[in-house]
Structures are given as structure tokens and as C-alpha cells.
């Protein structure tokens, strides 16, 4: 191997470690703006309930799912009295959540809604008149 | 033959540090981020009633770039619609893709971003430059105007290959602002004799090829040679929008939400 070639190599394998190194800063320069977060997270567009179920602490018991084209409907009954209400929920983002009949979901909540969780992640959010007003999502270029 | 091992596997782990990237996984938010972020997009909204504005600058910090500076990390323009809610007009990447698009969102969304803190920043525009804008933004065909779909986060702000959210929005507003700006490169004109001056990252060149091969949405192709040979990259951000708008008189204070 001539000096020329040791050089280059040598510069190459430099470059290859630091490149490891620098890929977190890389992505820092400014932000990737991608798709909200809020895509993944489904929002409730209208509930049906003959009694107020939701409020803070409550547990609910996903009893039924459903999936159709326009979103998905999910029925939810408190364990306390077998209350039900029937959630909709947008088409967005209610497909990449796997939701199933059995799970227990906690009700928390905030000054905009009432988020649904399952071992503290959020799984839907229920926005009340306040969140409602926040809430708007077009697409306006392809 | 060693070195292009290891580049190899260096760029296997470039590949799985891509995608595993802060705003590209798709994990299901905290209970708290909900709950703050939302609190954050009240907050602004009255905060938006208040100020008598009907479009204003809004900005968010969604991630800690105190590295190069700088403390917001994305704007869009923020107008009430003529039932009283806010909507925001912004240029987004699809995650993990060199491609952009323009969205209207509530401010809810906005925030709902996995921010880096909870925090807002306004300017608000003086009333004449509001009064263009306004109808524009109401105006899809003109929101997509001067947009280009090639999404480059860090593109340079004199050309046109690539364009960033950032850039996006103060091209978009010269187009409003000045009627003969109605193409990229007129709009861009017309920022530079505003006084408008981006921000320089001073960026090495190990950085450079390293965000590159990494990310779909960097590239530095579109910085002129002497520039990017001497580490320096200039690109729109938020807070050289909002020093621009202050010294030119188009815009007021930087007022920030919590």
C-alpha cells in the first residue's frame, strides 16, 4: 500500500467512525417538522352516551371495536355499573391503533377533553367544547 | 477494501438511527404531553383574542437547538377565522421522506408535536401587512403558490431547489405583501431588499456528509461551493423571521406563551 492509498484509508475509516457520532446532531439542525404526533393519537368526533360516563379516574372497559372506512366506533362500559357510551372516532389514525374488546381503559381529565389511557399512554383523546375549538386538521398540497 | 467495510456498517447504522428518529416513531404520546400540549394551544388562543390580531406569526420549540443559538424551531401563520377559531397555515415534511406539504391545522395540532418544551412565541404583524395576508390564507390555491415539494430542512434561502417550512412561510408572505413577488425567485427578491438575513449554522463538513447519507430531508446540493466549503450553511429559521420582522417594522415583539 503506497502512502496515497494508506491516507485515504485511513481518512475513510475516520470518517466512517465519526459519522456515527455525528448522525444525532445531523438530525438537530433544525426541526423535522414531520405529520403531527396527533395522527397517531385518535380523536373522538362525536359520543353517544345516555349518562355522562366520563370523568376523571374512571375506569372503562372497551367491550366492543369497530372498524370502517370513516374511523372507527369503539364501546366503552364502566365497570361500576355497566353504563355504556359509543365513541366514534376520526379515520385518521384510529387504523395503526390496536385497540381490542377487553382492554381497561383510565379516564383523565383536562381542561380541553378527556384523554383515554392504558398504562399511561394516551390511546384517544375526547375533546370537550374548549378542545373542540383547537382542533382542525386539511391537508391543503399533496 | 476496509475502509468500505466500515463505511458499510457505519451506514447500516445510520439507516436504523434515521428511522428511529424523535418525530418518526409512531408510539402512542403520554397522557401529560396531551394535556400540556392542549393546555398550550388554550393558552395561545386566548392569548390570540386578546392581542385584537386577526393573523399573527406563531412559532413553537420542538426541539433544543441552543447548539446553534437558536430557540424556536418551526413557524407557520396563525389567522382567525370568522367564527373566532384560530387555524394555522404550515409547511410539514412527511416523516422519513424529501417530500413537504402544506397543511391548515387547529392550534391543538400545532402543539400536539412532541415539543421539546411547552412554550409559544408571537409576533404579531402591523396592521397593513396583516390585512394582505388575511384573505391568502384563506386561499388554498395561493397557500400552494410557491410551494415546492423537494423538502430540505437546512435549504439554502436563494434558491430554489429545495424549500423548508420556514421558508415557506416568509416567501409566502412576500407574495402577499408585494404583488409583482409571485414566483419563488420574485418573492425571494423582495425578502433580501426587506433586509431579510437567514441564519448562518456553522455546520462542518463531517456533519454535512453525515446528515446526507442519513436523512431523506438534508441536503446541502443548493448552498453555493464557497459557502458550504467554508462550513457555513444559511437557512430560515424562526429566529431570524422574528429579528426581521422587528427590525423592519412588518412585525412587533417576540411575545411568548407558556
Given at each position: 500500500?503506497?502512502?496515497?492509498?494508506?491516507?485515504?484509508?485511513?481518512?475513510?475509516?475516520?470518517?466512517?467512525?465519526?459519522?456515527?457520532?455525528?448522525?444525532?446532531?445531523?438530525?438537530?439542525?433544525?426541526?423535522?417538522?414531520?405529520?403531527?404526533?396527533?395522527?397517531?393519537?385518535?380523536?373522538?368526533?362525536?359520543?353517544?352516551?345516555?349518562?355522562?360516563?366520563?370523568?376523571?379516574?374512571?375506569?372503562?372497559?372497551?367491550?366492543?371495536?369497530?372498524?370502517?372506512?370513516?374511523?372507527?366506533?369503539?364501546?366503552?362500559?364502566?365497570?361500576?355499573?355497566?353504563?355504556?357510551?359509543?365513541?366514534?372516532?376520526?379515520?385518521?389514525?384510529?387504523?395503526?391503533?390496536?385497540?381490542?374488546?377487553?382492554?381497561?381503559?383510565?379516564?383523565?381529565?383536562?381542561?380541553?377533553?378527556?384523554?383515554?389511557?392504558?398504562?399511561?399512554?394516551?390511546?384517544?383523546?375526547?375533546?370537550?367544547?374548549?378542545?373542540?375549538?383547537?382542533?382542525?386538521?386539511?391537508?391543503?398540497?399533496? | 477494501?476496509?475502509?468500505?467495510?466500515?463505511?458499510?456498517?457505519?451506514?447500516?447504522?445510520?439507516?436504523?438511527?434515521?428511522?428511529?428518529?424523535?418525530?418518526?416513531?409512531?408510539?402512542?404520546?403520554?397522557?401529560?404531553?396531551?394535556?400540556?400540549?392542549?393546555?398550550?394551544?388554550?393558552?395561545?388562543?386566548?392569548?390570540?383574542?386578546?392581542?385584537?390580531?386577526?393573523?399573527?406569526?406563531?412559532?413553537?420549540?420542538?426541539?433544543?437547538?441552543?447548539?446553534?443559538?437558536?430557540?424556536?424551531?418551526?413557524?407557520?401563520?396563525?389567522?382567525?377565522?370568522?367564527?373566532?377559531?384560530?387555524?394555522?397555515?404550515?409547511?410539514?415534511?412527511?416523516?422519513?421522506?424529501?417530500?413537504?406539504?402544506?397543511?391548515?391545522?387547529?392550534?391543538?395540532?400545532?402543539?400536539?408535536?412532541?415539543?421539546?418544551?411547552?412554550?409559544?412565541?408571537?409576533?404579531?404583524?402591523?396592521?397593513?401587512?396583516?390585512?394582505?395576508?388575511?384573505?391568502?390564507?384563506?386561499?388554498?390555491a395561493r397557500l400552494a403558490q410557491l410551494n415546492t415539494p423537494a423538502y430540505s430542512m437546512v435549504a439554502y434561502p436563494w434558491a430554489t431547489t429545495y424549500q423548508q417550512?420556514?421558508?415557506?412561510?416568509?416567501?409566502?408572505?412576500?407574495?402577499?405583501?408585494?404583488?409583482?413577488?409571485?414566483?419563488?425567485?420574485?418573492?425571494?427578491?423582495?425578502?433580501?431588499?426587506?433586509?431579510?438575513?437567514?441564519?448562518?449554522?456553522?455546520?462542518?463538513?463531517?456533519?454535512?456528509?453525515?446528515?446526507?447519507?442519513?436523512?431523506?430531508n438534508i441536503a446541502f446540493d443548493d448552498h453555493p461551493n464557497e459557502k458550504r466549503f467554508s462550513d457555513r450553511i444559511e437557512t430560515v429559521t424562526v429566529d431570524s423571521?422574528?429579528a426581521w420582522l422587528n427590525r423592519s417594522g412588518l412585525g412587533g415583539p417576540v411575545q411568548v406563551i407558556r
Amino acid at each position: 500500500m503506497n502512502k496515497h492509498s494508506i491516507r485515504r484509508t485511513l481518512a475513510s475509516v475516520t470518517v466512517a467512525a465519526l459519522l456515527t457520532i455525528n448522525v444525532a446532531t445531523a438530525k438537530a439542525q433544525s426541526e423535522v417538522s414531520a405529520v403531527s404526533v396527533l395522527s397517531a393519537l385518535p380523536i373522538a368526533v362525536s359520543v353517544a352516551a345516555p349518562v355522562m360516563i366520563l370523568s376523571a379516574g374512571v375506569s372503562l372497559s372497551v367491550v366492543a371495536v369497530e372498524a370502517s372506512a370513516t374511523g372507527a366506533v369503539w364501546v366503552l362500559e364502566r365497570a361500576s355499573d355497566g353504563a355504556r357510551a359509543t365513541v366514534k372516532l376520526s379515520a385518521q389514525a384510529a387504523g395503526g391503533l390496536s385497540v381490542a374488546a377487553g382492554t381497561v381503559v383510565v379516564v383523565t381529565a383536562v381542561s380541553t377533553g378527556w384523554v383515554l389511557s392504558t398504562a399511561s399512554r394516551a390511546i384517544a383523546f375526547i375533546p370537550n367544547e374548549i378542545g373542540t375549538a383547537l382542533l382542525y386538521n386539511e391537508r391543503v398540497t399533496r | 477494501m476496509r475502509a468500505a467495510a466500515l463505511t458499510a456498517a457505519a451506514m447500516a447504522t445510520f439507516a436504523a438511527a434515521a428511522q428511529a428518529g424523535r418525530s418518526c416513531e409512531n408510539k402512542p404520546p403520554s397522557v401529560e404531553a396531551i394535556q400540556r400540549s392542549m393546555q398550550l394551544a388554550e393558552h395561545t388562543a386566548r392569548r390570540l383574542d386578546q392581542s385584537g390580531a386577526q393573523v399573527v406569526m406563531l412559532a413553537r420549540r420542538g426541539q433544543n437547538l441552543d447548539e446553534y443559538r437558536l430557540r424556536y424551531s418551526h413557524l407557520g401563520w396563525a389567522y382567525r377565522e370568522a367564527d373566532g377559531r384560530w387555524r394555522i397555515v404550515h409547511k410539514l415534511n412527511q416523516c422519513g421522506t424529501a417530500n413537504g406539504s402544506i397543511y391548515r391545522q387547529g392550534l391543538g395540532e400545532f402543539f400536539l408535536d412532541d415539543l421539546y418544551e411547552y412554550e409559544a412565541a408571537v409576533v404579531i404583524p402591523n396592521p397593513e401587512a396583516q390585512a394582505k395576508l388575511l384573505p391568502m390564507l384563506k386561499d388554498n390555491a395561493r397557500l400552494a403558490q410557491l410551494n415546492t415539494p423537494a423538502y430540505s430542512m437546512v435549504a439554502y434561502p436563494w434558491a430554489t431547489t429545495y424549500q423548508q417550512s420556514n421558508q415557506w412561510a416568509i416567501e409566502t408572505f412576500a407574495m402577499t405583501q408585494e404583488p409583482a413577488a409571485q414566483t419563488r425567485e420574485q418573492a425571494q427578491a423582495w425578502l433580501q431588499l426587506q433586509g431579510y438575513q437567514p441564519t448562518t449554522l456553522h455546520i462542518s463538513a463531517l456533519k454535512r456528509l453525515g446528515g446526507r447519507m442519513t436523512a431523506a430531508n438534508i441536503a446541502f446540493d443548493d448552498h453555493p461551493n464557497e459557502k458550504r466549503f467554508s462550513d457555513r450553511i444559511e437557512t430560515v429559521t424562526v429566529d431570524s423571521v422574528f429579528a426581521w420582522l422587528n427590525r423592519s417594522g412588518l412585525g412587533g415583539p417576540v411575545q411568548v406563551i407558556r
